[in-house]
């Protein structure tokens, strides 16, 4: 074969690859841009102060929300998924349970939010009587989020140097200690990671609360069941849809808000990613 | 003082206590399994297998007394449940999403781990991370501002001059809502979860095979011919029924741009249609007002079908996965 002919081959592939590198920005840059541009006429102090009323209003009573009802989720999916985490990564790491486990975690992951919110409204919304609530919202969230705090966990303890565990049991400490002390320590920005990218999912998560958070225009209220509640995502979906300008530019503001939350929760999970590399 | 007995038992308490929450994954997939069936089952008798092979889905009169009486279960009368067009719209959004994505994807990949430099690279990988991690309604707006549009105004006419001899570009275009535009919107959510995973496995290919390609006087292209795509074939076959089975049950972004079609099969690549998930959602605050509760059960029986088939298509991804994960680790 002509060498000139294989380094153009070469090119060509090299260009075809950057190519898709190029069409995948158009995307992201495209979304960024619209909701930015639209949501900036709705960007008011109101917005932060007022609830939704009718098409309009502000989104207090939907940011309380989102922050309450993901924040209870991740209250339950954090402890849950690490402790999942250490029997899988620390307790038991080669036993043939834990193979079975991280399987059927990674199966967990792939259920499609839907079927698990759906599950929320038979099991909890309907089956004990909660009706559309903020616990059985944040239940939901818990199931979608454990898998991936288990299997970060997991796999950062995983990477714990197999001297440390052993240095601490020398010493005399006990199991249950060294776990506490020294692993998890040790293993504490990949957990942490596996947690922020469960509260990044439930942030943008809308199916299943649909089905178990249901919706409310008031501000939340402290009771976990019997009373619905708002959350940002809810808005984006139904307000996106009303003829009304005033209503769409909170659609985009509460897509801007969701955003802003991702991308924070993004950058804390990358620096404590950074972080860990220069640790080792 | 902490006795050695005491450090012995709190010990035991703990690996007891972990191993039964992480046994929880088991018992929620049993329980998620077993309360869908026992919902859908007033759903199954009444219906059977004309569930999975009738086009038409009416929830029957509700307002009227009469009722229809099947299977030894009660419906509203006329009320028949069909899910065919929904299981077709979610196969076929499915499919172009994937034909769509994973050239994207192995592209992306192979320009992560083959070509860029690490800096560039990195911001690459930040925006598809970024891609990944934007809520699906989000995408969903611009599938309704952006997507909708340019479908109805430009690249449907586009396609059909170009195309049209082919049947399915042919017909009616609408408005951009439908099956085409619920492919593209799930092909952007797909190929970063495909791509991502693709960069992964690339990077367990053996340094020193590759080194020897390029030593040998392989072109680049030519060693990720001969060393990378082979020893990543299943890995990356793996990512791609992983970002399928994320297509399939992907709902939000779908009913937003998918024109909500029921009772009519997709005549042309730009119909609407509804897929499973979505009607899921879309068919809740209709069905909540059938007072028999058929509505619900058959409700519950497309959630039942669907996490079935997520079942069916994430194990078979999971296994290809683990074994190119262990054939890298062997290599290392």
């Known amino acids: 074969m002509n060498v000139a002919w294989r380094h153009l081959k070469d090119r060509i592939m090299l260009g075809l690859a950057a190519l898709m590198g190029l069409i995948i920005l158009v995307p992201v840059v495209g979304m960024l841009w619209l909701v930015v541009s639209h949501a900036l006429p709705a960007l008011t102090i109101g917005l932060f102060t007022q609830v939704t009323v009718g098409t309009g209003g502000g989104l207090l009573n939907a940011i309380v929300g989102t922050f309450y009802v993901v924040g209870l989720g991740i209250l339950i999916a954090g402890p849950l998924g690490i402790l999942a985490g250490v029997y899988i990564g620390e307790v038991n790491p080669a036993g043939r349970f834990s193979q079975f486990l991280r399987f059927t975690t990674d199966i967990m992951a792939g259920v499609p939010s839907i079927v698990i919110g759906y599950f929320g409204y038979v099991t909890l919304v309907l089956g004990l009587g909660w009706g559309f609530s903020t616990l059985a919202g944040a239940i939901a969230l818990a199931l979608i989020g454990i898998p991936y705090v288990v299997r970060s966990t997991e796999t950062a303890l995983s990477k714990v140097p197999r001297g440390m565990r052993e240095a601490s049991l020398a010493l005399g400490a006990s199991q249950t200690t060294t776990i506490w002390r020294v692993t998890l320590r040790e293993a504490l920005p990949g957990v942490i990671t596996g947690v922020l990218l469960a509260l990044s999912i439930a942030i943008g998560e809308t199916a299943p609360l649909l089905y178990t958070a249901g919706w409310s225009n008031y501000m939340p209220e402290l009771r976990l069941t019997h009373s619905p509640i708002g959350y940002l995502t809810y808005v984006v979906w139904t307000y996106i849809n009303e003829p009304f300008a005033k209503a769409q530019s909170l659609a985009y503001a509460a897509g801007l808000l969701l955003l802003v939350l991702i991308v924070i929760v993004n950058l804390v999970a990358r620096r404590l990613v950074g972080r860990s590399r220069v640790s080792h | ?332």
């Open chain 2, 1 to 332: 003082m902490v006795t050695p007995g005491k450090v012995r038992l709190l010990d035991r308490v703990m690996r007891l206590a972990t191993g039964v929450v992480a046994g929880g994954s088991l018992v929620a997939m049993a329980a998620i399994l077993l309360f869908l069936l026992r919902d859908s089952w007033p759903s199954i008798l009444y219906n059977g297998a004309h569930f999975l092979t009738s086009i038409t889905w009416n929830i029957g009169n509700l307002y009227g007394s009469a009722l229809s009486h099947h299977g030894g279960a009660v419906a509203p009368a006329g009320a028949t449940y069909g899910i065919l067009p929904f299981i077709l719209g979610t196969l076929l959004s499915s499919l172009i999403a994937v034909v769509l994505a994973v050239p994207l994807a192995v592209g992306i990949g192979l320009l992560l781990v083959e070509y860029l430099p690490r800096r560039i690279g990195d911001s690459l990988s930040f925006a598809v991370e970024m891609l990944a991690g934007i809520p699906s309604v989000v995408i969903g707006l611009w599938g309704i501002a952006v997507l909708i549009p340019w479908i109805g105004h430009d690249l449907g006419p586009w396609l059909q001059a170009a195309l049209g001899f082919v049947p399915i570009f042919r017909g009616p275009i609408g408005s951009g809502q439908g099956l085409l535009a619920s492919g593209l919107v799930l092909a952007v959510m797909i190929t970063p979860i495909i791509a991502a995973t693709t960069r992964d496995v690339l990077r367990q290919t053996p340094r020193e095979t590759k080194e020897g390609a390029l030593g040998l006087g392989l072109t680049r292209w030519e060693m990720i011919r001969a060393v990378s795509l082979p020893w990543s074939m299943s890995g990356i076959f793996g990512a791609v029924i992983l970002g399928l089975g994320r297509a399939l049950g992907e709902t939000m972004a779908v009913l937003m741009v998918s024109g909500s079609a029921v009772n009519y099969l997709p005549q042309n690549i730009f119909s609407p249609i509804g897929t499973m998930a979505a009607t899921i959602v879309s068919q809740l605050d209709s069905a909540m007002t059938d007072p028999t509760g058929m509505a619900i059960h058959a409700l519950a029986e497309i959630a039942l079908v669907l996490f079935v088939m997520s079942i069916l298509v994430n194990v078979p991804a999971r296994l290809l996965l683990s074994g190119a994960v262990k054939k890298g680790g062997e290599a290392q």
